[in-house]
């Protein structure tokens, strides 16, 4: 059964705009982590950021914020302020610890931002 | 630091050929990771190290495969024999458990499997 869905494998965004990366996950633990990584066409996978699932404040950094509901088992990506570097493959991942230490991916979104 | 080294970068090998995938993790960092990228699959996750110790392969997709991490600084992903569908880029990553949640994982640069 897939854990991380991504159901968004393409967008495009006009420079400056912000932009949502859906991301949605399946667990019984009560105890996990969700990440965001990014990767450009150049190939690197990029860590932005990360969500603890006792975490009671949504993850920020810099222009990324995550929108955390854990309810609807979700945790969106959000990007302020668009930049062209944007332009990437963003993917979600989650970690469930104690249980497991590996992390796996969703199958990703394609960013494309426009100037 | 230098980060994750994965040597080589570009591999183009024949079909039944042996294949061997390098990774020196970052200094420190307890946990290893080996994944394959392809399009079709995305990021699979093929097997994990903890303290140099096998923990999880059940990603691994065939007897083909196998890994090695003889100490903290270095770790082989091997194919024996290479077949044309095992063409993918392979990651390996490392990271310290304790900070994982500030740092997540630190990818290598990967190397492009090209078999032929």
């Known amino acids: 059964a897939q854990k991380i869905t991504q159901t968004q494998p393409g967008m495009f965004v006009q420079e400056k705009e912000a932009v949502t990366l859906d991301c949605t996950y399946d667990?019984?633990?009560?105890?996990?982590?969700l990440f965001w990584y990014k990767q450009p066409s150049s190939g690197e996978m990029i860590f932005l950021i990360y969500?603890?699932?006792?975490?009671?404040q949504n993850a920020t950094e810099g222009r990324y914020s995550l929108n955390f509901q854990k309810a609807r088992k979700s945790a969106n990506l959000v990007i302020s302020a668009s930049q062209l570097g944007d332009s990437a493959m963003y993917f979600c991942?989650?970690?469930?610890?104690?249980?497991?230490?590996?992390?796996?991916f969703g199958k990703g979104t394609r960013l494309h931002i426009l100037p | 630091d230098a980060g994750v080294i994965q040597s080589p970068r570009h591999e183009v090998t024949e079909m039944g050929q042996e294949v061997t995938l390098r990774c020196k993790p970052i200094?420190?960092?307890?946990?290893l990771f080996w994944y394959r990228q392809t399009m079709m699959r995305g990021l699979e996750l093929l097997i994990y190290?903890?303290?140099?110790?096998?923990?999880?392969d059940s990603g691994m997709p065939e007897d083909r495969f196998s890994a090695k991490m003889p100490n903290a600084s270095f770790s082989t992903l091997k194919i024996q024999p290479s077949e044309p569908r095992d063409s993918a880029v392979y990651f390996c990553?490392?990271?310290?458990?304790?900070?994982?949640?500030?740092?997540?994982?630190?990818f290598g640069s990967g190397t492009r499997l090209t078999v032929v």
């Open positions: 990553a490392s990271s310290l458990v304790a900070r994982i949640e500030d740092y997540g994982y630190t």
């Open positions: 667990t019984s633990d009560q105890s996990y982590g």
């Open positions: 991942a989650m970690r469930e610890p104690p249980r497991d230490d590996k992390i796996i």
């Open positions: 190290f903890n303290n140099n110790v096998p923990i999880d």
């Open positions: 200094s420190g960092h307890n946990s």
């Open positions: 969500q603890g699932s006792y975490d009671e």
